[in-house]
């Protein structure tokens, strides 16, 4: 069951699960933002044990950027930033990298309306001369 409400620029939500064999809730994850346009801030808890949060900004007509955080009790923590570059109205380019040297890039373009395609890679820059990294290939239709 979930419910989520707003007034103006701020928003709230809360999350919870009910496990009918244990006649107990089981999940309590609480959400709260703030949107100021050009700018989102939002903040997490899931459990009371892992909290984050992260911001994400339009700096220009072109770019964008966003970074995230999040950290367990008692647990690990992550830390990742993202941006998207506009090249034109029907292509852009994607970067990320988190805490775990994971680098994500892609590329999107529109070839006319209701038809993109992306172009995606994801490496693990711990283990560059090693297999596992990831390529991918998206064709997108609209009817």
Do not use: W
């Amino acid at each position: 069951m979930s419910t989520s409400v707003g007034h103006g620029a701020y928003s709230l939500g809360y999350q919870t699960a009910f496990d009918s064999g244990k006649s107990a809730l089981t999940k309590h994850n609480l959400a709260l933002a703030y949107n100021a346009g050009d700018m989102i801030l939002h903040a997490t808890a899931t459990d009371s044990k892992v909290f984050g949060g992260g911001i994400y900004l339009k700096n220009s007509p072109v770019l964008e950027t966003g970074v995230t955080a999040s950290s367990a009790v008692g647990g690990s923590s992550s830390f990742g930033i993202g941006c998207k570059y506009s090249l034109g109205p029907d292509a852009s380019l994607r970067a990320k990298v988190n805490n775990a040297s994971q680098v994500g890039l892609s590329y999107q373009q529109k070839l006319r309306d209701g038809v993109t395609v992306t172009m995606s890679a994801n490496i693990d820059g711990n283990k560059l001369n090693e297999p596992g990294h990831k390529l991918g290939l998206c064709l997108e239709m609209e009817a």
